[in-house]
């Protein structure tokens, strides 16, 4: 126990001693998730709408204002001519083009027909983008059938309308913040906890350190330790900075459990940490270290889900996804962070983060030599 | 001469001990033998496979064949068991520059597991034997090169092992500290330490008691410089250096 001890001084002077490595670790995960949470917004906003309304009746100008008093939309006006132009030229994500006649149809109870051309070169857009104009399309509806209904309340019975009304849970707002700030969160500490552990050893290998130590009794259980632990200690402080980042800044409520997540933390980093470990088993230099957990890290961060859904992703590839062990510590995370989620709610998870981190270590414990073969 | 030196116990013995890397082979068939309280010196250019050797010992390169022991473990199975008993100072700087000189004493001495009374009184004394008590607090990068690997060595023998292996320890070493550094081999071959060293420079295999001389992987001649200068008439060991390394071209 006290050669770890050892291990864990040497290596916490070695990086207060480092300012500008202290610098790296503590002030830039703080600009990272200010800036990145900032930036990467799943919600899609500003979408470039043009309208071309040949109708020119009381009814389209109603129309026309629903979608100028939507957040979601910039109304861009043009003459229809210059549609196709602008749409090649990448002005316009989308166009409702309303024809002549509309308010007639709609008002005689026949099918109005309005149509819409969308620019699906980001298929995710398009479809979001559609989303929102049937949107307003259907409250337009919704508004009009009620107008129809107090003028002639006897069609009541011929009419049947659904009102879907939704309710959203555990983001209410539905601040995308809610959903990135943790998973930057996760992303950070996946990165910082396994270049670091790879890059400390490989560093050690370069300077020749690492022989001085192969050459004395220490056991393969306490050099993996000895470098962990630090390195573990330091991913916990990260966790921290950025969960405070995550509530004072974003104002994002933690509604769970701060001991679980330090459980589930302790689970992750296991499994980063051995990450680490192991590519040092095989780097000899730090360039090398760097690719290597490159690698590993790019596979982590796609396949997790954060910036694309799982469910969009091919079935054989989202069986893949299961290997990724991002995939569940950022599930954990927003579970615990958002909904408050419980051992028992995440147990499935828990249990792959488990077996996921004791493989992982006992992996870079069996692959780590003491001698050359 | 001193009394330690007639002591017959052999601490390091190998037999036929080889290495190959691929075809390579940079070791061949290595037979040794040191004495307790000896010092044994390795001679030979560079790339004739006396660090291979070295590593090969302190276990931290496994042979492709032959045997050993070292302080009479085998270097394969035992290798572990060895590492608790002898010293090893690699002719790379191999103590950390972003340590201080007394941190880097306390961390080697921590890992061999020394306890904390311990280790304060050895860090005490390795400063003191050294002459480094007036730097224990600065900076090991602001050191000087000599005082840099006076320290490495202080490392070495922290937990005070039987045998002290140094490869090329005093390479690029101005020659006051190297003297010095030689006082010092000698003061703790005196007190019945069995001393390891692999050198290319000549003047100070003459320090040696015993010398062999590698060649392309081979030993070429080993005995006790005396002997050895007499058996083939040369004066100084470069003379017997250069005399044997033509011999073995020619042969």
């Known amino acids: 126990m006290s050669v770890i001890r050892h291990f864990v001084k040497k290596e916490f002077r070695q990086v207060f001693r480092d300012k500008q490595m202290l610098r790296m670790l503590l002030i830039v995960p ?37 979608f100028r008093s939507s957040d979601y939309f910039d109304i861009i006006l043009a003459d229809q001519s210059k549609l196709s132009a ?31 051309i969308v620019d699906a070169q980001n298929s995710n857009l398009a479809g979001i983008a559609t989303g929102y104009v049937n949107g307003v399309f259907g409250s337009f509806q919704e508004d009009f059938r009620n ?26 707002e539905m601040n995308t913040y809610f959903a990135t700030i943790p998973g930057i969160a996760v992303l950070l500490l996946t990165i910082i906890t396994t270049l670091i552990n790879a890059l400390n050893i490989v560093r050690e290998k370069e300077i020749g350190t690492l022989e001085q130590l192969m050459v004395t009794p220490i056991s393969k259980f306490q050099f993996v330790m000895g470098k962990s632990l630090p390195f573990a200690i330091l991913g916990y402080i990260e966790l921290a900075i950025a969960l405070a980042v995550g509530m004072l800044w974003f104002k994002i409520p933690f509604a769970g459990s701060f001991l679980l997540l330090a459980f589930s933390a302790a689970l992750f980093l296991m499994t980063t940490l051995g990450a680490g470990l192991l590519v040092s088993t095989v780097a000899q230099t730090q360039q090398q270290a760097l ?51 419980t051992f028992f709610d995440l147990k499935y998870e828990l249990a792959a983060m488990a077996i996921y981190g004791t493989a992982m270590f006992a992996l870079a414990i069996f692959r780590f030599r003491k001698s050359t073969t | 001469m001193n009394a330690v030196i007639e002591d017959s116990n052999i601490v390091v013995e190998t037999h036929d001990l080889t290495r190959k890397f691929g075809k390579f082979v940079a070791v061949d068939k290595l037979n040794i033998a040191v004495k307790r309280g000896e010092i044994f010196g390795f001679l030979g250019a560079n790339g004739a496979g006396k660090t291979t050797a070295i590593r090969m010992l302190c276990g931290l390169l496994e042979p492709t064949s032959g045997t050993g022991t070292v302080a009479g473990f085998d270097i394969v199975k035992q290798a572990e068991r060895i590492k608790s008993r002898i010293g090893y100072m690699s002719q790379k700087f191999s103590l950390y520059n972003d340590l201080k000189v007394e941190e880097n004493l306390e961390f080697y001495g921590g890992v061999y597991g020394l306890d904390s009374r311990a280790l304060k009184q050895h860090i005490h004394e390795t400063l003191e034997r050294m002459n480094l008590q007036h730097v224990r607090t600065k900076m090991t990068a602001e050191l000087p090169l000599g005082w840099k690997q006076k320290l490495a060595l202080g490392a070495a023998l922290m937990h005070n092992p039987d045998i002290i292996f140094l490869d090329e320890a005093t390479g690029g070493v101005d020659p006051v500290a190297r003297r010095d550094f030689w006082d010092m081999i000698h003061d703790l071959a005196a ?34 410089v005396g002997d050895l200068k007499v058996q083939t008439g040369m004066k100084t060991v470069e003379e017997l250096f250069k005399h044997v390394v033509t011999q073995g071209d020619s042969a």
């Open chain 1, 30 to 66: 703080i600009v990272q998730l200010i800036v990145l949470g900032n930036a990467i917004n799943l919600d899609v906003k500003h979408v470039r709408l043009a309208i071309f309304d040949h109708d020119h009746s009381e009814v389209s100008r109603d129309l026309l204002s629903r």
């Open chain 1, 86 to 116: 602008l749409m090649d030229r990448g002005k316009i994500d989308i166009s409702v083009v309303i024809p002549e006649g509309f308010a007639r149809d709609l008002g005689s109870g026949s099918t109005a027909k309005a149509q819409l």
């Open chain 1, 147 to 172: 107008r129809m209904l107090e003028k002639n309340p006897d069609i009541k019975s011929k009419i049947h309308s659904v009102e879907v009304v939704s309710r959203v849970f555990y983001n209410p």
């Open chain 1, 291 to 341: 690719f290597t957990a490159w690698f590993f890290l790019v596979f982590c961060i796609i396949m997790s889900g954060f910036l694309t859904p799982i469910e969009n992703m091919p079935t054989a590839l989202q069986y893949l996804t299961y290997l990724d062990p991002l995939r569940y510590m950022i599930k954990v995370t927003r579970g615990i962070f958002l909904k408050g989620s």
């Open chain 2, 191 to 224: 007190h019945g330490k069995t001393i390891f060293v692999t050198t290319h420079y000549m003047d100070e295999a003459e320090y040696c008691h015993k010398i062999s001389i590698m060649h392309q992987s081979r030993v070429l001649i080993q005995g006790k």
